[in-house]
């Protein structure tokens, strides 16, 4: 199986701003790495918006019904977008009183805004249709975020090594500390990768394996094979050794800190080579909720509905710190009540609708009163649906201690691994660029200069913003469940062994820190979906259907196929807004 794999030595540049055939042929060269080219239009065409609302109907149509939607997340105010366009007048109800976004968290650590970290997604692959359809509507400036970097480290059972392409290093220093198979150590751990989490989509056909990025109510017997395994069992069944298991789980964190979760769920990002060629906004990737919000303000129709006059426009409504408490359907009156508490003066408030769209995690909507009851099916899911913890700590430093050195030692993007409490540490990819052309006698004692610095201004001096630590469910969960500044000391203690450091020597350079543990975070209660073994079969189809008689819709990346990504939350948002679409239409011919 281990042969499949290719690992090419020239991988195709990625500009800033790519266009769509730029897309096209990054991910056409990740998926020939898999030997999977033949799913390239599965993939594009699962991935890419529904079809444009004004298909359904003209601008202007639904003018003075009335639209709530719970949630200020990607999924809401995609809906919002959507719905506009048919004259809807919309209000959307956000619990935060502080920021909109949902899961898109950017966090700055300067008023200027250029000392910045994410805490929820912060990388945009090049797969993902939906995504890419609002960047490109909002002109949003992109650029290149580096998953992968030659001198990023890998640190596990006390043994430190450079992350070579080929896993040399690994193969070398750290298999002996481990108690591999023979044939296990014949293989890099990447090609070892390859055979435990991704050889097996080659056992089904592209058109059976393109079901993982679909939402129906059944699915051909490999889906439900791969949906009653859990990441344990899908390696366990490759034939890896316990250590071998045991290896990997430190190189493909979301996996490995999900052992006992759905293998078919990890296989949605496998799938669409989500972390094969990516992309970050400049900035920060709160720029894309905002440009939502920006293109809800009357002044700015020209730029994002051009071709829709202005009076045939619906208007739409943000109300902030809009804690919803409960959602009602009384009798056969055709109106939604939705019942919500100001969180700046704890007014009880109540508010109708002819329709709404539920745009929060079902995490959150367990404790929420509704009456009568959704269905039976619909209920199942908002008890049962899972939701793993995740836990990111940023740290700012007055310098950039991780690019100091030549070429063959600074970290300019990528991340390292460790088995240490932290996880995952992620550096900036901002200053890659200054990086690319290197004089070409630098040595590994030497400095190499871009030209744009002097020899007094090495990028290195510039501040920066680490990921100093990123993992998920039972990892986040016990290093986020620290008090705090132990937790923040344990980080940076960590930090310090992962890269060889005297304890103690970094505080002098930390000028800022920010944790979040999003279990502890009270309008989500957990950071992502990740279904457990059966659930794509139990519940994927049920979670997205209406209810209330079609009153009532859902969206959010647990509703979608493709859990945990930006993409999942917008398609959803998106599909569940041309469902309403078609409710009000079918309403309105009866």
């Not at 050889?199 to 059944?218: G, M, T």
């Not at 550096?427 to 006698?441: F, L, Q, V």
Request: glycine share 6%; aromatic share 14%; proline share 5%.
């Amino acid at each position: 199986m281990s042969n499949n794999i290719k690992i090419y030595n020239n991988s195709p540049f990625q500009p800033d701003n790519p266009d769509d055939q730029t897309r096209y042929a990054l991910l056409r060269h990740a998926l020939a790495e898999k030997g999977r080219i033949q799913d390239f239009d599965f993939i594009i065409k699962e991935m890419s918006p529904p079809p444009d609302i004004l298909n359904i109907a003209k601008p202007g149509s639904f003018k003075g019904i009335k639209i709530g939607i719970i949630g200020a997340g990607l999924s809401g105010l995609s809906s919002a977008f959507e719905l506009r366009k048919l004259g809807f007048d919309i209000t959307i109800l956000e619990a935060s009183s502080e920021r909109i976004g949902g899961r898109v968290y950017t966090y700055y650590f300067d008023k200027q805004k250029t000392l910045y970290g994410e805490f929820g997604p912060m990388r945009m692959p090049v797969s993902h249709e939906t995504l890419w359809h609002y960047i490109n509507l909002f002109r949003l400036n992109t650029r290149p975020f580096i998953q992968t970097n030659k001198n990023g480290l890998i640190y596990l059972r006390k043994v430190r090594v450079k992350n070579d392409p080929l896993g040399l290093n690994v193969k070398k220093y750290i298999y002996p500390k481990y108690n591999l198979y023979k044939w296990e150590r014949q293989l890099s751990w990447k090609q070892l990768g390859y055979c435990g989490f991704e050889s097996h989509l080659l056992l089904a056909n592209p058109i059976n394996r393109s079901e993982i990025l679909q939402v129906k109510p059944y699915y051909n017997p490999y889906i439900i094979n791969w949906d009653s395994q859990s990441n344990r069992d899908i390696l366990q069944n490759t034939g890896l050794s316990q250590d071998g298991i045991n290896l990997l789980q430190n190189f493909y964190a979301l996996a490995g800190q999900n052992m006992y979760n759905s293998y078919l769920d990890y296989a949605q990002e496998i799938y669409s080579v989500d972390l094969s060629y990516l992309y970050e906004i400049s900035g920060g990737l709160a720029k894309l909720p905002l440009s939502f919000y920006e293109s809800f303000k009357w002044d700015k129709l020209s730029d994002y509905y051009p071709n829709i006059p202005v009076q045939c426009l619906g208007n739409v409504k943000l109300k902030m710190g809009a804690v919803v408490t409960g959602i009602y359907k009384y009798g056969d009156k055709n109106k939604i009540i939705i019942t919500y508490t100001d969180s700046k003066n704890s007014n009880k408030l109540r508010e109708e609708f002819d329709y709404i769209i539920c745009a929060i995690p079902f995490s959150v909507l367990r404790t929420i009163q509704i009456d009568p009851l959704f269905s039976y099916s619909k209920m199942q899911c908002i008890k049962e649906v899972n939701y793993i913890n995740s836990q990111k700590t940023l740290m700012a430093f007055n310098r950039r201690f991780w690019e100091e050195g030549g070429p063959d030692r600074r970290i300019s993007g990528g991340a390292s691994y460790t088995d240490l409490p932290i996880t995952q540490v992620y550096y900036p990819s901002d200053h890659s660029k200054y990086y690319k052309a290197e004089t070409s006698n630098t040595n590994s004692n030497s400095l190499s200069i871009p030209l744009k610095y002097t020899k007094s201004t090495f990028p290195y001096l510039e501040p920066g913003v680490l990921l100093a630590s990123y993992n998920f469910n039972l990892e986040a969960t016990r290093l986020g469940g620290m008090p705090y500044m132990q937790r923040l000391n344990l980080v940076r203690q960590n930090l310090e062994e992962l890269h060889g450091l005297p304890e103690g020597y970094l505080e002098p350079f930390i000028i800022g820190f920010k944790t979040v543990n999003w279990n502890d975070e009270p309008y989500f209660r957990g950071a992502l979906c990740f279904y457990t073994p059966e659930q794509k079969k139990l519940f994927s189809y049920a979670s997205s259907l209406p209810e209330y008689d079609g009153r009532v819709f859902f969206a959010g990346e647990h509703i979608s196929a493709k859990h945990r990504w930006m993409q999942g939350a917008l398609q959803s948002g998106m599909k569940a807004a041309n469902s309403l679409a078609l409710e009000c239409l079918k309403n309105s011919l009866i």
